[in-house]
């Protein structure tokens, strides 16, 4: 009896030992100095299955373990826009659609870039729109409409927002009020460059505002070629001449263009173009270790659907139902430091809460 008494002592002490030394280990469950959060704007798993069967290229979302589902709709509306749909990540809170940085009842509030400059991290956006269409703009903006993209380019003046790449230099440079912001922007410090020619050229600079069109940037299709990695990658660079980390907000902007116009083609290009950036990503990510990676949508357009092809029943027919934004879950990608927070579903305001918990942000 003594020994059984004796066994189940030491049994219990090594189990609350072992307990303890879990929680310890959870409790320093490393976080991720670094965050490159890619939109794939308007792309659903039906834009995934499609655009990626039949590739001879990586599938970079088959390399992520972490997967999760995202609720898309509005304050006013349950099928969002984009400006609603990226709102909701950068401030935390459902707003309606049309709407900047702010919630519904048009007040601001602090959004991530905001927060992760009093941390002294560096912020940056690289878009294939321009940078201030609506998914940017939400990350470093708050305005009552999205489409006052003027005002919109304004906010960069204040400086929570570090690099910004893409189209949009007549907001900048041909304004209704006369103003030249590339200049103002230089004054505070900006490295300003307004260039329609391909490839993105290096620039070293910690604050970058670099425009490539007059508004949005061309399609794939028209030949815009390896300018959302280039651009991409020379962000990360120059962001990670920050040693207190950095958030980077990548869109593929045009997967939703093709899809409002029930273009096939037109999507494919544009979500295997970012697939490639993805792919260099989580290149990097892997090597760094300090870097987590998130990949979503704001919403899906088209309403597309994969049906049967009847003439070849190894491919299929593409459906849409729609020219305009449907309101199904779309998916969540995760890779790096805190991937785990990321599974499961829930409400699109709890990537914002997830972003904050792993950068320790209030």
């Given at each position: ?5 004796s066994?189940l ?19 320093k ?18 834009q ?7 590739y ?17 709709s ?39 870039f ?21 998914t ?10 999205r489409?006052?993209?003027?005002d919109?380019a304004?906010f ?20 209704k ?12 410090g ?5 260039d329609?020619?391909n ?21 794939m299709q028209?030949g ?8 991409s990658?020379l962000a ?9 980390g950095?958030m980077?907000?990548?869109?593929g902007s ?23 950036v ?10 760094d ?16 659907s ?15 139902s ?18 785990e927070?990321?599974s499961?579903?829930?409400?699109n305001?709890?990537?914002?809460y ?9």
């Open positions: 009896m003594n020994r059984l008494k066994i002592f030491f049994t219990a002490i090594a189990a609350v030992t072992f307990a303890s030394l879990n929680f310890k280990k959870a409790d469950a490393k976080k991720p100095k670094k965050v490159i959060f890619l939109i794939g704007d308007g792309m659903g798993l039906a995934i299955s499609g655009a990626m069967s039949f001879d290229g990586v599938n970079a979302f088959e390399r992520f373990k972490v997967i999760g589902f995202s609720k898309t509005s304050d006013d509306n349950y099928v969002t826009d984009s400006g609603a749909g990226a709102t909701v990540f950068s401030i935390g809170k459902k707003t309606y659609n049309g709407a900047i940085g702010v919630a519904a009842d048009s007040s601001s509030h602090e959004n991530l905001e927060k992760l400059k009093k941390k002294n991290c560096a912020t940056g956006v690289v878009v294939t729109s321009s940078v201030t269409h609506a940017p703009a939400c990350f470093y903006a708050h305005v009552s409409s489409k006052s993209e003027e919109i304004e960069l003046l204040k400086g929570n927002c570090d690099i910004a790449i893409g189209g949009g230099m007549k907001f900048f440079t041909s304004r009020d006369g103003r030249n912001l590339n200049n103002e922007l230089a004054a505070k900006y490295t300003t460059l307004s329609t020619i490839p993105v050229k290096e620039i070293e600079a910690q604050k970058l505002v670099y425009t490539l069109s007059w508004d949005g940037m061309k399609t028209q815009r070629g390896n300018y959302l990695k280039n651009a990658q990360i660079k120059n962001l990670n001449k920050n040693d207190n950095y980077l907000m990548i869109e045009q997967i939703d263009w093709g899809g409002h116009a029930n273009d096939f083609e037109y999507m494919k290009a544009e979500l295997r173009d970012f697939n490639e993805i792919n260099a990503v989580l290149d990097e990510a892997q090597k270790g300090n870097t987590l990676v998130v990949v979503t949508a704001d919403h899906e357009t088209g309403g597309l994969l049906i049967e092809n009847k003439e070849n029943k190894k491919t299929f027919k593409v459906n849409y729609s020219g305009g934004h449907s309101g199904i879950m779309v998916p969540v990608f995760a890779y790096g430091p805190g991937a927070e990321f499961g579903i829930y409400q305001t709890e990537i914002f997830k972003f904050c918990k792993l950068l320790d942000l209030k």
